[in-house]
């Protein structure tokens, strides 16, 4: 799955930490998204593209963070659920801070073990 220019939003609410990309290029507009209920001792994350019927829990994804995108490897068991090959490719554009803020957000959800840049 690749999402091209994507929009990267991501947040903590009501402890849960989630990350969303959104590319709007395609018709209909595509997604991927990921979160952990930080909360809860489990270490199983919630993944979702698209549309919900595309959604399941599983072990954290390893991720890659450049300056210009993100690369994602899924577990076998995630990406057949989602329906896609095991990894998701997303660029962007994102100033330095904002990257910074990514890369706490992703280690927040996945683990600094799962996170490189």
Request: aromatic share 8%; glycine share 6%.
């Given at each position: 799955?690749?999402?091209?220019?994507?929009?990267?939003?991501?947040?903590?609410?009501?402890?849960?930490?989630?990350?969303?990309?959104?590319?709007?290029?395609?018709?209909?507009?595509?997604?991927?998204?990921?979160?952990?209920?930080?909360?809860?001792?489990?270490?199983?994350?919630?993944?979702?593209?698209?549309?919900?019927?595309?959604?399941?829990?599983?072990?954290?994804?390893?991720?890659?963070?450049?300056?210009d995108?993100?690369?994602?490897?899924?577990?076998?068991?995630?990406?057949?659920?989602?329906?896609?090959?095991?990894?998701?490719?997303?660029?962007?554009?994102?100033?330095?801070?904002?990257?910074?803020?990514l890369?706490?957000r992703?280690?927040?959800?996945?683990?600094?073990e799962?996170?490189?840049r």
């Open positions: 799955m690749k999402l091209i220019d994507a929009e990267c939003n991501h947040d903590e609410d009501d402890g849960t930490a989630h990350v969303w990309f959104m590319d709007r290029s395609q018709v209909p507009p595509r997604y991927f998204t990921f979160c952990r209920d930080l909360s809860e001792q489990s270490s199983k994350v919630y993944y979702e593209r698209d549309d919900q019927k595309w959604g399941t829990y599983g072990l954290a994804c390893k991720a890659s963070l450049q300056l995108g993100l690369k994602i490897r899924l577990p076998e068991d995630v990406s057949r659920s989602l329906g896609i090959t095991d990894s998701v490719e997303v660029s962007f554009i994102l100033s330095s801070e904002k990257l910074n803020k890369e706490e992703l280690v927040m959800i996945l683990g600094r799962q996170v490189t």
